[in-house]
């Protein structure tokens, strides 16, 4: 989750295992090879520090050895457009000339990045709504927001440039309204409480985000909704007044409940049997930039969080 235009999450960057046929070759010679990017395009991604090795920034000179994991962390601009994509279903909830709110199912990447060129959300809105290749960011028109690729739930796209621009500008103001259901492990001391922790890429492991003093400023409210004993977990409502990669996750984690079924950030444990990570963006709401009439938007909880919580709430 990052405010309007924010990089593509570590997560969504799969790790590739460097083969024994690439031992002992650059790092840059290996990118340019397996992504088919120009060796000066890599060498700026390798420079910035957008290419990890063994979860390391990689130096420009390092010759790679067979069996290290290597993630990119970003993509170069598109060279060409993103391309309309009619077999990726949209479900659309609100939708007038200038925006719309959709249903993004987990599972789906929000854009085009590392990893994942095409068959995203954006492919399906270009085939819906062609005209939304001329708003914003070519390589990621339409978009003023996002969610992980594992969360569910729903996302404002901006159909118009001045709807793009307003959006954008209430998403700093902090005047669009963001709620999230969570379930999450452990039973906190607090039914209601505020999180206001910095967050910034870990110094130790770089595909990962974490609570830090040089972060940048981040704030969650959370409330729990309901408690179960056995295993101990809280279904939680979060409503985000900054959008922070991965915000969500890295603060409940930070507070020592972890979202159930979160690999990245501790919540992969033992005694609930969870499909996915259980976050769903269930609420948005915010003032129409041009109409000025208030959009609310809700969405249920998909089936398979639905029967994660139906087997939580039925008797032994």
């Known amino acids: 989750m990052t405010d309007a235009y924010g990089t593509a999450p570590p997560d969504d960057a799969e790790p590739v295992t460097i083969p024994s046929a690439l031992d002992g070759e650059r790092v840059d010679r290996v990118v340019a090879f397996l992504t088919g990017w120009s060796r000066s395009v890599v060498q700026s991604l390798v420079a910035t520090g957008g290419v990890l090795v063994d979860g390391a920034p990689a130096a420009k000179s390092l010759r790679l050895r067979a069996g290290q994991e290597l993630v990119l962390l970003e993509a170069p601009p598109a060279a060409t457009a993103p391309e309309p994509d009619p077999a990726v279903d949209l479900v659309v909830r609100f939708e007038d000339e200038h925006l719309a ?95 206001d922790a910095p967050i910034g890429r870990s110094t130790s492991r770089r595909t990962r985000m974490a609570v830090r003093d040089a972060g940048k400023p981040a704030r969650t409210v959370y409330e729990v909704r309901e408690e179960f004993r056995d295993p101990a977990c809280v279904l939680v409502d979060c409503r985000l007044e900054t959008g922070r990669t991965h915000q969500i996750r890295v603060h409940l984690a930070a507070i020592g409940h972890p979202v159930v079924g979160d690999r990245t950030y501790g919540g992969a444990r033992p005694g609930i049997d969870c499909p ?18 208030r959009v609310e938007v809700a969405e249920p909880l998909p089936e398979d969080l639905a029967t994660v919580l139906a087997g939580l709430r039925a008797p032994d």
């Open 101 to 195: 709110v959709v249903a993004k199912p987990a599972g789906l990447v929000t854009h085009p990045g590392a990893g994942h060129p095409d068959g995203t959300l954006v492919n399906g809105v270009l085939a819906r709504w062609p005209r939304v290749a001329a708003v914003g960011d070519p390589a990621r028109p339409g978009i003023v927001h996002r969610l992980d690729r594992d969360t569910s739930g729903l996302l404002v796209i901006a159909l118009s440039e001045p709807a793009r621009a307003g959006l954008v500008d209430a998403l700093a103001r902090h005047e669009v309204e963001r709620r999230y259901t969570a379930l999450a492990w452990g039973l906190p001391a607090a039914r209601r409480g505020v999180i």
């Open 276 to 293: 996915r990570m259980f976050l769903h963006a269930t609420a948005l709401a915010f003032t129409h930039p041009l109409t000025g009439h």
